[in-house]
């Protein structure tokens, strides 16, 4: 699972918008949370 994140961030991450970022993680976060918690 980390080589995929580390192939995933190849630049520093002050190039991102924060906007953008934002977006991924929050995309990133309801998936894992939908994965754990299925009602």
């Not at 980390?2 to 961030?9: A, I, N, P």
């Not at 520093?12 to 991924?24: I, Q, R």
């Not at 990133?28 to 949370?33: G, L, R, S």
Request: proline residues 8%; hydrophobic residues 35%.
């Amino acid at each position: 699972m980390s080589d995929k994140h580390l192939c995933w961030v190849p630049r520093p991450w002050d190039e991102y918008p924060s906007d953008f970022m934002g977006l991924v993680l929050h995309s990133e976060v309801t998936f894992h949370y939908r994965q754990t918690n299925k009602i």
